[in-house]
């Protein structure tokens, strides 16, 4: 899975409680990014970091919160304020944000809610 | 409004046949077009990545095409087997520098049966 791995696997959550997926790169890229996956439709952007200390809001950040304090790791809190958290998480990392920019994903992160 | 279509949605086929899965883009300005192969429950994973001026770009038996004027995207499988069962997700990216946006498409869910 491209040098990033995501933990845990599984999470299962009660409603009501935060939640935080984890998320560590060592390819020494300076971006990183949060994706949810839900059935038909394509990945959707949560977050995105282009260097430590800074992240920037994506297409559906409600809910969500990240930190970027290491280059290594983003991640990611699922709030109780979000209302429908059951899905596939996905980490991506790449070496930049402009050019080609390639994504490398890590093995994803199924969080459902009980 | 940028958007990345794909079809089929799933396609089932025998082992050893050929398949073209289509990807239809309206993405502006546009910057390079991925392929990934995603297995289930894992993350995608890179197949190949064209720019504007290229228009073939093979990785084994994946061979992707790029036709900029139409907005379109092909990526045949030659010989398929068993392993390439999977779902193939075309990403668009839009802007020439110094911007995060991916547009993903949907995906087509690919079974390749014995």
């Known amino acids: 899975d491209g040098g990033i791995t995501q933990s845990p696997k599984y999470l299962f959550r009660k409603e009501g409680q935060n939640v935080t997926l984890s998320c560590e790169q060592n390819l020494n890229h300076d971006a990183m990014y949060w994706y949810r996956q839900d059935p038909g439709q394509g990945l959707r952007l949560i977050y995105y970091?282009?260097?430590?200390?800074?992240?920037q809001k994506g297409d559906i950040a409600e809910g969500y919160s990240v930190s970027r304090e290491k280059k290594e790791s983003f991640p990611l809190t699922v709030t109780s304020a979000q209302k429908n958290p059951t899905a596939f998480y996905l980490c991506?990392?790449?070496?930049?944000?402009?050019?080609?920019?390639?994504?490398?994903f890590g093995p994803g992160t199924r969080l459902t809610v009980l | 409004k940028n958007q990345v279509e794909q079809s089929p949605q799933s396609l089932i086929i025998l082992e050893g046949k050929n398949c073209t899965l289509q990807?239809?883009?309206?993405?502006?300005?546009?910057?390079?077009l991925r392929w990934y192969k995603q297995d289930t429950g894992r993350g995608p994973v890179s197949l190949t990545i064209m720019t504007f001026s290229e228009n073939t770009k093979s990785n084994g038996r994946y061979t992707a095409t790029l036709d900029a004027d139409t907005k379109q995207s092909s990526l045949h499988i030659t010989a398929s087997q068993l392993s390439d069962s999977a779902s193939y997700i075309c990403?668009?990216?839009?802007?020439?520098?110094?911007?995060?946006?991916?547009?993903f498409g949907t995906g087509t869910r690919l079974k390749v049966l014995a």
């Open positions: 990807c239809n883009y309206t993405v502006s300005p546009f910057s390079n």
């Open positions: 991506a990392s790449s070496i930049g944000t402009s050019g080609i920019r390639e994504q490398f």
């Open positions: 970091s282009q260097i430590v200390n800074d992240f």
């Open positions: 990403v668009v990216s839009e802007g020439t520098s110094g911007t995060y946006k991916y547009i």
